[in-house]
């Protein structure tokens, strides 16, 4: 059979020419070819798809089911028609509506509706679903049922299908020192950790917690001719006030209470190498005191003792508070403060930068599943895009303790947005509902999360232990829209 498809001029291309820009594509009338007129021939295109196709009344009973559908979940069409859709109901509170839920809604929702879960197989294995429903209306806008498609999220055959969100890096360096980065502001971080790195002044970094200070500290000293000597860490706030003196400068037996031995302080430790000291902005004016003196006489004198000791350090301060406003406040000695900041390097927070995120899921996946013997590979679009919305107020810190955390859940090839924390899917998927509730409404819709919670998702105990019938918790449920437990179909 010739292809049915033709240029629009209706003519064949003559070698050596190209068609015009406006010229569009059509197809040729055949009616044997026309699915909208050929029933026969829908039924074949919809069971031949690779993804599930599933059609449900006003009421979220089933109505149809593809043989992908069944392909996918192991269930037969006559195993699941006419019962209640439960295809793409996520575990509860994972932020995602139930199909029954966007049939519930007095205004459904307008286009196509993401869904995702994790959803048992009839043989058993659990799967990552990704699905996608649209509300059905008639033209006076009543509910007439929905239709949808879901997919194998894990399976190769998506491998073609995801959004390349994951760009080449761009002309330059994108991992440096532990570091990971291919943003402006990260290039700008590497340039001037070269140059520190070339120099022997001493440093201070600024910048929100979890940004990665100490791995800059360590940079700038595995750069310099001090890399095969100590690097010593030292955080400030870790240590109590009363201690923190001997532990920067040590003690002689016997110089407090306690104090049964001599001790080494980290100045003398660190000796031709590099300190570091985290959250020196934490540090006491008395203290101040005492470390400009090292630094500006080269010599430690351990709590207790008479004489003094020469070092030889090379120092690196940081700090995730504004020491301007703590020198202006007078608990920053200004002399201290012009010491440590001969040479600053501002690190971006992870909300700037925004751009790195897909580079560094790469980069902790590799890291971390060895650690954790999973094969994974990857990430779903879903849950990137989740990671990239999300403001990350604990910065690349606590990214990385993110993906950590879906290593315990990811049961594929891919982590998927039901792996994620969940405090990460509140805030990239609201509840639809939400906004709209009263507050005894939304009490009301608690109340019933963490009855099912507490009772593991099983309808019938979670009334009784709310005192109302199961009929009437199912209602509250839909006009609340609770999310369901996970369950299979049926």
């Not at 286009?111 to 509300?135: A, I, M, N, P, S």
């Not at 002399?335 to 927070?349: H, M, N, S, T």
Request: hydrophobic fraction near 35%; include cysteine; aromatic fraction near 6%.
């Amino acid at each position: 059979m010739s292809s049915p498809w033709r240029r629009h001029s209706g003519e064949a291309q003559p070698a050596g020419t190209t068609w015009p820009d406006d010229c569009t594509w059509r197809i040729v009338a055949n009616p044997e070819l026309d699915f909208r007129k050929n029933p026969q021939i829908l039924s074949s295109i919809v069971d031949a798809m690779v993804d599930g196709l599933f059609t449900c009344d006003a009421d979220g009973n089933l109505v149809s089911w593809s043989d992908g559908a069944a392909r996918i979940t192991g269930y037969a069409a006559d195993e699941v028609v006419g019962n209640p859709c439960r295809v793409l109901e996520g575990p509860n509170g994972k932020g995602f509506s139930t199909v029954h839920d966007l049939l519930a809604q007095d205004e459904p929702p307008e286009g196509v509706c993401l869904q995702e879960c994790k959803f048992r197989t009839k043989d058993g294995r659990e799967l990552d679903l990704l699905g996608k429903v649209r509300v059905l209306t008639d033209e006076a806008g009543r509910v007439r049922g929905a239709v949808g498609t879901f997919t194998h999220q894990t399976s190769s055959m998506l491998a073609n299908e995801r959004i390349a969100l994951r760009t080449e890096p761009p002309q330059g360096q994108h991992a440096f020192g532990g570091l990971v980065g291919r943003s402006a502001p990260m290039q700008e971080v590497f340039q001037r950790v070269r140059l520190a790195g070339q120099s022997g002044v001493t440093v201070l970094l600024t910048g929100e917690s979890g940004t990665g200070k100490e791995l800059v500290a360590r940079a700038i000293h595995d750069l310099n001719g001090r890399r095969d000597r100590p690097f010593v860490a030292v955080n400030c706030s870790a240590v109590p006030e009363t201690l923190l003196e001997s532990e920067l400068f040590g003690h002689v037996k016997g110089a407090f209470t306690g104090a049964d031995r001599d001790k080494t302080g980290v100045f003398q430790a660190a000796h031709g190498g590099t300190l570091f000291l985290d959250e020196i902005g934490d540090v006491s004016p008395l203290l101040q005191v005492k470390l400009l003196r090292v630094l500006q006489e080269r010599e430690v004198r351990r709590v207790g003792d008479t004489q003094a000791t020469k070092v030889d350090v090379r120092l690196v301060t940081a700090t995730n508070r504004g020491l301007e406003s703590l020198r202006a406040a007078g608990t920053l000695r200004e002399d201290f403060y012009y010491r440590i900041r001969v040479y600053e390097i501002a690190l971006p927070p992870l909300r700037d930068r925004r751009e790195d995120v897909p580079l560094l899921v790469e980069h902790f996946i590799a890291e971390l599943g060895p650690t954790h013997k999973k094969n994974v590979s990857g990430i779903t679009d879903e849950a990137l895009r989740c990671l990239l919305d999300y403001p990350w107020p604990g910065n690349v810190r606590e990214l990385r303790n993110a993906i950590e955390c879906a290593f315990v859940t990811v049961t594929g090839d891919q982590i998927t947005l039901l792996d994620l924390p969940p405090e990460l899917r509140r805030i990239a998927v609201p509840h639809p509902l939400q906004s709209r509730l009263t507050p005894a409404q939304e009490a009301e819709r608690q109340r019933i999360q963490l009855a099912l919670e507490q009772e593991r998702g099983n309808k019938t105990a979670a009334a009784k232990r709310l005192g109302i019938s199961r009929v009437a918790l199912w209602k509250k449920m839909r006009r609340l829209q609770v999310a369901g437990p996970a369950s299979s179909v049926g």
